[in-house]
């Protein structure tokens, strides 16, 4: 049986890989990645008297020297760096939303990070800071997110794009390229790339890695020399669907510019969804872990099952899984009870859905196909549950579709 371009016995569970981070800096020391989650962007908070981070939700900030206030507005229009001294207005920067940039940033080992609203705004902030500079051609590798495909496709923010396979990427350079953009593993089909090797072809162009898939518990692309990692933080860092956000994490010259464009925008992250991503931090190491144990158990399953043509899972790990139902896939959709049949992922449960139908339908048929994406995959977002349960249901809604099927064909026969 063909299972894609992996053997499911080598793939990990996500609690070991060798390319994964193990310790984070933290200042003049090195701290593990799990201690880090735990406590970057709280590091102040015992001195304080506190424990739980505070939730500053203030829209502006009182202010008696205006000439003060002044000056740092003018020295962030200069270069975008976080004000110094008290905060100012809601747009220009908030206190609980920083502390969660911190976390991020000491995460993926990288100088700052900059939060949206959402992915899709983080991903359009990193496009208009280049496009400003001139720089709007981009080249980008299939397959991406949808969303992010169609936004480069379109030229809704005035980009152009050439799409090339990971060896194509050196020849397709032009002085005005602004950003070379993959995503690895791939959505949906978890494709993944040699990142070293691409940002040694992107030359001095920047490097964008969509780094959602795997998180900073199985891989920091800045080590291997992104400039700049993207996330939906509506995913794993939040971990429990109930917060939508984006983040960009880089070095602190390109944070800069992304604060200009957010404060020019208003694409900015509500205080509540910062507090929120924060605490998610805390336990995403552990929640990345377990889902992906349990995701190379189902991988392992899926591809031993005959009612299944190709399982799609990553060398790397994680909780995402791909697979090529024989017939038709809504069926299984139609079959879960409890799995969640539902867009996103990254959640503590379980979520299934058809890319072809939702996630990448705004991707052109042929454009979809030929980066991998069949009309008959189907993606799955492990969560937290007893592998067991999940097998049992998934079992189930695989039987059901096969005697569906069976069913009407007899009908037809008749």
């Keep these: 049986m063909d299972i894609g371009s992996i053997d499911i016995r080598d793939a990990g569970d996500g609690t070991t890989n060798g390319g994964a981070p193990t310790a984070c800096s933290a200042g003049a020391g090195v701290r593990a990645l799990d ?27 009182p202010s008696y020297d205006s000439r003060g ?9 200069t270069d ?7 905060p100012v207005y809601g747009r220009l920067g908030n206190p609980t939303v920083a502390r969660f940039e911190t976390a991020l940033a000491r995460l993926e080992g990288t100088q700052s990070a900059v939060a949206f609203a959402s992915g899709m705004a983080a991903l359009s902030a990193v496009l208009l800071v280049r496009n400003a500079m001139g720089l709007r051609h981009v080249v980008a590798v299939r397959p991406l997110y949808g969303c992010s495909d ?28 602004g950003l070379v953009l993959v995503e690895s593993p791939a959505n949906p089909t978890l494709a993944e790339l040699d990142l070293r090797a691409i940002a040694h072809s992107c030359g001095s162009v920047p490097l964008v890695a969509d780094n959602t898939f795997a998180t900073p518990v199985l891989q920091r692309p800045a080590e291997h020399g992104a400039r700049l990692v993207l996330h939906s933080a509506t995913k794993y860092l939040g971990g429990h669907g109930d917060v939508m956000a984006g983040v960009v994490a880089c070095d602190e010259e390109f944070a ?13 992250l509500h205080p509540l969804a910062g507090y929120l991503l924060l605490r998610g931090l ?8 377990a889902a992906s144990a349990t995701a190379a158990e189902l991988a392992r399953r899926l591809a031993a099952d005959p009612r299944v043509g190709r399982v799609h899972y990553p060398r790397l790990g994680g909780a995402m899984i791909a697979f090529e139902v024989h017939g038709d896939p809504h069926e ?25 139908s939702i996630s990448h339908r705004v991707v052109d048929a042929e454009d979809r196909r030929g980066s991998g994406v069949s009309d008959w995959l189907l993606r799955l977002s492990v969560g937290l549950e007893d592998v067991e ?9 695989l039987g059901a579709r096969r005697e569906t099927g069976l069913v009407r064909e007899a009908a037809a026969r008749r």
Excluded: K
């Excluded at 496709?153 to 390229?177: K, N, Q």
């Excluded at 805390?282 to 872990?289: A, G, K, M, W």
């Design 35 to 61: 201690t880090e989650a735990v406590h970057a962007g709280r590091d102040d908070l015992a001195r304080q008297g506190l424990h739980a981070p505070p939730i500053d939700l203030s829209t502006t900030y």
């Design 69 to 77: 206030e002044a000056a740092r507005i003018d020295a962030f229009a």
């Design 80 to 86: 975008g760096a976080e004000p110094d001294g008290p």
């Design 150 to 177: 169609h936004l480069l496709t379109a030229g809704l923010l005035g980009s152009e794009v050439t799409w090339v396979d990971p060896a194509g990427i050196a020849d397709a350079l032009r002085p005005d390229t």
């Design 256 to 268: 800069g510019r992304l604060r200009q464009v957010r404060f020019a925008t208003g694409g900015v």
């Design 282 to 289: 805390s336990t995403l190491p552990v929640r990345v872990r």
């Design 332 to 356: 299984v959709i139609a079959g879960v009870r409890l799995v969640t049949p539902a867009v996103s992922l990254g959640s503590v449960d379980t979520l299934i859905q058809h890319p072809a």
């Design 389 to 397: 349960d999940l097998w049992r249901d998934l079992d189930t809604a």
